[in-house]
């Protein structure tokens, strides 16, 4: 069945540190792919989404490129601060589903 | 944000107690989700409405009620829960159910079953 995984947590990076959190999928249609983050005692609110092959989705300084070739869809940001310390999740949408991977918990220290 | 409210914010309750958790989205959506977040498990679906019919139900045990008496507006009616049953209840909507469509997170209710 469709699925989403990715990569275990926590992750801890100093500010202005490069993060990746890598993320894969299977799914047998083309499913859209999105990133979203959850602040502590908050709900997932959405970072990015691309829907089709090559689309690069992009907000505040984070980005992700569906790879349809590696079945991937890999969170990036160049430097990162203490306000981005929140937990990420990838997902995937087939439409009548939703999936969700098992969240990546980063920590930004000064 | 107040595109999708839940109330109430945090639940304490019996096993033998009947409770109501509300969801209200003012995003003028057509789809209506319940999930439910427990620590290091993947969000888990319970229920999906689409123009206030049910379209999913993913297993979910009777102890489970949902309502969904309008596109606005969701209900998870609970009674005689278990102590597992204690967790994060999010709430979603989207305008449709179509594959590109967006889910927008309410706050979520943070249930704690004794």
């Known amino acids: 069945g469709d699925s989403v995984t990715q990569m275990e947590g926590p992750v801890t990076l100093s500010e202005e540190a490069f993060l990746t959190i890598n993320c894969t999928y299977t799914?047998?249609?083309?499913?859209?792919l999105f990133w979203y983050v959850q602040y502590p005692g908050e709900g997932l609110q959405l970072l990015l989404k691309a829907t089709k092959a090559d689309d690069k989705g992009s907000n505040k300084g984070f980005e992700a490129t569906y790879r349809k070739e590696t079945t991937s869809f890999h969170l990036e940001k160049g430097s990162v601060q203490v306000s981005d310390s929140a937990v990420y999740f990838c997902a995937l949408s087939t439409g009548n589903q939703f999936y969700f991977g098992t969240g990546t918990s980063l920590t930004v220290i000064p | 944000e107040t595109g999708v409210t839940q109330t109430p914010r945090h639940l304490v309750m019996g096993m033998t107690n009947k409770k109501s958790l509300k969801c209200e989205q003012h995003l003028g959506h057509n789809a209506m989700y319940w999930y439910k977040q427990s620590a290091k498990k993947p969000l888990e679906l319970m229920f999906v409405?689409?123009?206030?019919?049910?379209?999913e139900n993913n297993s979910v045990p009777s102890r489970f009620s949902p309502e969904c008496p309008n596109s606005s507006h969701l209900f998870l009616h609970l009674h005689t829960l278990q102590p597992e049953d204690s967790a994060l209840y999010l709430c979603a909507s989207s305008q449709d159910q179509t594959r590109g469509d967006t889910q927008y997170f309410g706050p979520g209710t943070r249930l704690t079953v004794l």
């Open positions: 409405y689409n123009f206030k019919e049910q379209t």
């Open positions: 799914a047998t249609g083309y499913p859209s």
